[in-house]
T-cell receptor
Framework: DTAVSQTPKYLVTQMGNDKSIKCEQN?????MYWYKQDSKKFLKIMFS???????INETVPNRFSPKSPDKAHLNLHINSLELGDSAVYFC????????????FGEGSRLTVL | GQQLNQSPQSMFIQEGEDVSMNCTSS?????WLWYKQDPGEGPVLLIA?????ELTSNGRLTAQFGITRKDSFLNISASIPSDVGIYFC???????????FGQGTRLTINP
């Protein structure tokens, strides 16, 4: 059973399009995250939700909008995609927010042409 | 903002060699963690450290939480081919909800 699953794994799209990435965790964790990994493999947090409430909102363009319908799901919608949005987006979850012990999904590789 | 400096950025070693990498921060951290990322996968937690001076092992891996709380190191003994990947340090300040990652150390092993 996959603990943190995200779909799609690969996404190729044109500039200006809108796309969504979905994430689900079956670990019973209260906190979920979206991280962006760029071509140099640098991991940067974008958003975090604790029990459906937004608790971390980094300096991210407002074209990116997270949504957490329940504590097991965290989706990421991106409007008006730009070339610089190309990256691997990782969903993660944790039982507690202060331990740093994250469980990551396999990633969604977004390529914007 | 917080920054973590991880070194080296890459390592090329022979199978069987020991490996050492470290991470330093500009601020005091309450938690240090080490993750490993295999190609096409998400990072996986290897070791978590919660106390200054703490030395923790996980099989052939050993990590330490620096006394100053501004650094940590990870050692891998007797490397094997499956150790190949990118190793990330990560840290969290007391009370902070955000985990900060280092730039990663890419480990390549020649058989």
């Amino acid at each position: 059973d996959t603990a943190v699953s995200q779909t799609p794994k690969y996404l190729v799209t044109q500039m200006g399009n809108d796309k969504s990435i979905k994430c689900e965790q079956n670990l019973g964790h209260d906190t979920m995250y979206w991280y962006k990994q760029d071509s140099k493999k640098f991991l940067k947090i974008m958003f975090s939700y604790n029990n459906k409430e937004l608790i971390i909102n980094e300096t991210v363009p407002n074209r990116f909008s997270p949504k957490s319908p329940d504590k097991a799901h965290l989706n990421l919608h991106i409007n008006s995609l730009e070339l610089g949005d190309s990256a691997v987006y990782f969903c993660a979850s944790s039982l507690l927010t202060h331990t740093g012990e994250l469980f990551f999904g396999e990633g969604s590789r977004l390529t914007v042409l | 903002g917080q920054q973590l400096n991880q070194s080296p950025q890459s390592m090329f070693i022979q199978e069987g060699e020991d490996v050492s990498m470290n991470c330093t921060s500009s601020s005091i951290f309450n938690t240090w963690l080490w993750y490993k990322q295999d190609p096409g996968e998400g990072p996986v937690l290897l070791i978590a450290l919660y106390k200054a001076g703490e030395l923790t092992s996980n099989g052939r891996l050993t990590a330490q939480f620096g006394i100053t709380r501004k650094d940590s190191f990870l050692n891998i003994s007797a490397s094997i081919p499956s150790d190949v990947g990118i190793y990330f340090c990560a840290g969290q300040e007391q009370g902070a909800q955000k985990l900060v990652f280092g730039q990663g150390t890419r480990l390549t092993i020649n058989p």
